[in-house]
Each structure stands twice: as C-alpha cells, then as structure tokens.
C-alpha cells in the first residue's frame, strides 16, 4: 500500500486471491471462451464435427469443402484457422495438401470443464469418456 500525503495509508479493495492470482482457473475459463468462441459459429462447427468423425488421420481442405458442399475458398480457409486458432484443431502439410485433425486432448478437457460440475457432484449418468480419434487407448 501507498501512503498518502497525510500519511494515512489508502484503503484499497480487499482482492480475491483465488480469482485473481488462480491462472489455472482463469486459463481454463479463458480457453473455454476461445474454443466456444470458435464453435459458435455454424460453418466451423460443422467443420470441427466432420473432423471429429475423420479421426486423427484428418481431412484435406477439398475433403472438407466437397463434404459441406461449400467451397474450398478464404472463408474456409478463415474458418479452419480460427479452429488452429482455438486450439481445437491441428494442421499438416502433405506435399501440396493441407490436413486438418481435431485436437482431440484440447477438445475432452473442454468437455470436461463443461461437464466437471454437472448434478452438483451426485452421479447424475454415465461417466464422460473421452475420444481417442480412433486410436483405440
């Protein structure tokens, strides 16, 4: 705290240690935004859902256009980067083809952190498991 010119300190607000100085809460809260964020929008969910299908071998840009029947243009392009972007999808280059794939870890912690409080900590249903992208762990 600062003196002030009377020599009284200033009165600040009291600060909630947990929110404030917790990254790991509000990284999580802020990564949860991002990836909502970047579902939000109908194309890129489309996208992320035919991805998700693909497994981890992932599709081609043309793959993904022919499969939405849009085309395979900037505004894809725009809308698979802002998946990158997110961190819910990943990238590859084969030769003169772009791959894309989920993130599948980055897509089960956003479910878990969706789900982590669900029926108030009663088992309310089945458990929540995670996808492997076909890998079979």
């Known amino acids: 705290m600062t003196p002030s010119k009377g020599g009284d300190f200033l009165s600040l ?3 909630d240690p947990v929110y404030y100085f917790n990254d790991y809460i509000n990284m999580k809260i802020n990564d949860a935004v ?14 992320f859902r035919l991805l998700v299908k693909a497994g981890d071998s992932g599709l081609s840009v043309r ?8 085309p395979a243009d900037g505004r894809l392009s725009f809308h698979l980067k802002e ?3 997110a961190g819910l999808a990943s990238s590859r280059q084969e030769g003169r083809f772009v791959y894309y794939a989920v993130n599948y870890p980055a897509m089960n912690d956003l479910l878990r952190y969706l789900t982590e409080d ?8 089945e458990p929540l498991l995670g996808c492997d992208g076909g890998k079979g762990i």
């Open 63 to 70: 793959t993904i256009a022919d499969q939405l029947a849009v």
């Open 34 to 47: 991002v990836a909502l964020g970047a579902l939000s929008h109908a194309t890129r969910l489309e996208v």
């Open 118 to 125: 669900c029926c108030a900590g009663v088992a309310c249903g």
């Open 83 to 85: 998946l990158l972007a």
């Open 13 to 15: 607000p009291e600060l």
